[in-house]
């Protein structure tokens, strides 16, 4: 075995997951390489358009008909323009099919979506890790909020985050630097349910953005152009928050443009010794060794590669003894709100750019079942101004058109909701052979669809945005119920699932896989349901647990 | 100007954390500078593009901020329409540029232009967008003039770094609206 290419641990991802087992692993001692598909993106130098105004950006921040041709699917999204789109992939070089129509939105890069997402930080509770056991929905989880909730502190307190304690069974309790203040009109919505509702509360999201300095960083300077990369690494991302942490133990190897193509399944060992890698560039190949694996690419990304791990031992991937690899794809949706106005308060304004929103967590079928479908779902709730936008929709020109749309106009508040969506079989990704990606790897396949349970939440969603405005005395609420595409809230979860019984699940309770114990899936794969709250916190407790764990495990050389 | 200014302040607050202020005053350093240049028009005629540059400002006009041709805008309508603009949408304006000069606009009085303007507008609003000669028109030019740094700095108000939040305060009597 060639000395140079072993490690005691390989990480395959560098994103939310991967800085964290990066971090874990190397701060327990392990020497650590770190294999990244995408290119390299420094902590900062490399935030090309981090401080660019708009004028200095090219056609003033409006993509072109170009970029839209070549990353077809990433510019859909809201995040989209001139700042950012070297943060998303070429759609058209990393190619999958959509046997059901699905977006796929993710960036090869250091930090992978951890540059770009949204930063909402919440607990999950046992009414959600009970939820499947209570119901006889998919299979239970193997843990519960106990085994969880020290992970989520000692996450918490690492990245620092900001916002407000709801004081909720259904959404714990975190460790919390004070939030973001409301504006004039949040304040008015907040005293209107409580005077109105004994179950709905608006707080200022749990938001992994500094209010506060810590540990150097931060604190937030109210640009709310996060996705550009922060210079002043106010909000949480691997580049600048745990990939930093790993590298100053010495003994990080990070190595990007190196795409994983399989896993090494050692049939005499029983276990995997190995991944095969091909360098991005030149497609050469070469192997790496370590005692354990963590496999943190992200859910497609991670069960991609189990797939195509395929041995005699393991000829449907590997790990695949239940045949579940691949099944009960989740993502949330949110195609259900409302939106309004309010002409008072216009003595009122704020200063700076708030990059957090206002959350109202969870309250439908929380004590008992209420309604006509299960589970839940809490509102992303943002409130301005009007700005010069408003201009764009009428007839208006002229002296007095601009000297009215550059004032602050009425107030305006937007909420949709983040439901939870149920584990089902059919949905699932596969890989087909026969349509290689540039570097001749099977492309990936994913079939995925929302059904009744998710369609009459989407209409109870709207139904309840339009009853809570309308208590708040908003003017011209306007509640709407659309079609959400899969994979739109890039919440990606399962095909993987974590469960008790190796017969219907891929990984044990320490995300280990069942039948190769030195292999671990951290990301959002192991998933076995899809709760109401925002995924990426729990990603993070749940790597650095099993990091943990299997420290400890290789200590007691039990792996 | 202004904008300088509010950086400087919002950069101020970040010195004081002097851990990484070094990073950040290196990549700062860093920056390159994108120079605005004028440059013959990419997608208009030259009198296609005078006529824009009549009805940019005819939407923004000068009133205690400076109107849109000072900003560029023309030129950017031009360069939007260029890159930015679907050929369904190239064809909806250069169509509308067509009637625009069949109606003899060249040679109207100020007066005269501004009825056909309100006649356009209202015939027009109702029209999607890629059918909309005067929404893709007003898309772009107030995109155009409130992304530039005239527009942004002195139409409207810009901090690039605010050096934080504050969420309710008293809005004074000449307080313009932020900048997206």
Redesign the interface.
């Known amino acids: 075995m060639p000395k140079a290419n072993t490690f005691d641990a390989i990480v395959v991802g560098s994103g939310m997951s991967g800085g964290w087992a990066a971090k874990e692993l190397t701060e327990r001692g392990l020497e650590t390489l770190v294999l990244e598909r995408g290119r390299n993106l420094r902590h900062?130098?490399d935030?090309q358009t981090?401080?660019?105004?708009?004028?200095?950006l090219p056609?003033?921040?409006?993509?072109?008909?170009?970029d839209r041709a070549a990353q077809p699917i990433q510019s859909t999204l809201y995040l989209y323009d001139q700042s950012t789109k070297h943060h998303f992939v070429n759609d058209l070089e990393h190619p999958y099919r959509q046997a059901q129509p699905f977006n796929w939105f993710r960036g090869n890069h250091v930090g992978g979506r951890s540059l770009m997402w949204a930063r909402h930080v919440f607990r999950y509770s046992d009414l959600d890790f009970e939820a499947n056991l209570r119901e006889g929905t998919g299979i239970d989880w193997p843990i519960r909020y106990a085994d969880l909730a020290p992970w989520y502190e000692h996450v918490e307190r690492f990245i620092g985050a900001s916002g407000e304690n709801a004081g909720l069974a259904q959404l714990p309790d975190q460790v919390l630097q004070p939030p973001?203040?409301?504006?004039?009109f949040?304040?008015h919505i907040r005293s209107r349910f409580a005077a109105r509702f004994t179950d709905r509360k608006l707080i200022c999201s749990a938001t992994a953005v500094l209010s506060r300095?810590h540990n150097?960083?931060?604190?937030?300077?109210?640009?709310n152009q996060c996705a550009r990369g922060c210079?002043?690494?106010a909000y949480f991302s691997s580049n600048g928050v745990t990939l930093p942490a790993a590298a100053a133990t010495g003994r990080l190897t990070l190595q990007p443009d190196s795409i994983v193509h399989s896993l090494i399944y050692d049939d005499s060992k029983g276990r995997a010794v190995g991944v095969r890698v091909l360098d991005a560039a030149t497609k050469r190949t070469t192997e790496y060794f370590a005692r354990v694996i963590f496999l943190c690419a992200s859910t497609l990304g991670s069960t991609a590669i189990l797939l195509n791990s395929r041995s005699s031992r393991f000829p449907n991937g590997l790990g695949n003894d239940s045949g579940v690899l691949g099944h009960y794809l989740m993502d949330h949706h949110n195609g259900g709100g409302a939106v309004g106005s309010y002409s008072r308060l216009?003595?009122?304004?704020?200063?700076?750019?708030?990059s957090t929103s206002m959350y109202i967590p969870r309250f439908r079928n929380v004590a008992h079942r209420e309604k006509n479908f299960v589970r839940g779902y809490g509102y992303e709730v943002y409130t301005s101004?009007?700005?010069?936008?408003r201009?764009?929709?009428?007839?208006?020109?002229?002296?007095a058109?601009?000297?009215e749309?550059?004032?602050?106009?009425k107030w305006q508040v937007y909420m949709e909701g983040y439901g939870e969506t149920l584990p089902y079989e059919d949905n699932r990704v596969w890989l087909d052979p026969d349509r290689p990606d540039p570097w001749g790897m099977p492309t990936l396949v994913v079939s995925m669809t929302y059904r009744d349970n998710e369609r009459r939440m989407s209409e109870q969603m709207m139904a309840d945005a339009v009853e809570m405005l309308e208590a708040a005395d908003v003017e011209e609420v306007s509640g709407f119920n659309r079609a959400t595409i899969p994979g739109s809230v890039i919440h990606e979860m399962g095909t993987a699932r974590m469960g008790r019984d190796p017969k219907t699940s891929v990984l044990n309770g320490h995300n280990q896989v069942h039948a190769v114990p030195n292999v671990f899936v951290t990301d959002g794969s192991c998933m076995v349901s899809s709760p109401t709250q925002n995924p990426s916190l729990t990603y993070m407790a749940l790597t650095a647990r099993a990091s943990a764990y299997a420290v400890e495990r290789l200590g007691k050389g039990e792996l | 100007m202004i904008n300088r200014r509010y950086f400087l302040q919002g950069t101020s607050v970040l010195m004081a954390h002097a851990s990484f202020s070094r990073v950040v005053a290196t990549f700062l350093a860093s920056r390159t500078a994108v120079a605005a240049s004028s440059r013959a028009p990419v997608f208009l005629s030259a009198a296609e593009l005078g006529r824009v540059a009549v009805l940019v400002d005819m939407i923004l006009p000068e009133t205690d901020s400076p109107a849109a041709t000072a900003a560029g805008t023309h030129d950017f309508v031009d360069m939007a329409l260029s890159a930015c603009a679907s050929p369904k949408q190239q064809a909806t304006f250069r169509s509308g540029l067509t009637a625009l000069a069949v109606d003899g606009f060249d040679s109207m009085s100020a007066q005269d232009r501004l009825v056909w303007l309100q006649r356009r507008a209202a015939s027009d609003v109702v029209l999607s967008y890629d059918e909309s000669f005067f929404k893709i028109l007003k898309d772009y030019t107030l995109t155009g003039y409130f992304h530039s740094e005239i527009g942004a700095t002195r139409a409207l108000a810009y901090e690039r770094v605010p050096g934080g939040f504050q969420g309710d305060i008293p809005l004074a009597a000449d307080q313009k609206a932020w900048v997206i």
């Not at chain 1, 150097?216 to 640009?223: A, E, K, L, N, S």
Request: with cysteine; glycine share 12%; hydrophobic share 25%.
């Open positions: 900062v130098v935030y981090a401080l660019q105004d708009p004028w200095q056609h003033h921040n409006r993509p072109t008909q170009q973001f203040e409301m504006n004039a949040e304040k300095e150097g960083r931060g604190p937030c300077q109210g640009r210079p002043f690494s216009a003595d009122r304004y704020y200063r700076g750019r708030r101004r009007q700005n010069w936008t201009g764009l929709e009428t007839a208006g020109f002229g002296a058109f601009k000297n749309i550059t004032r602050p106009g």
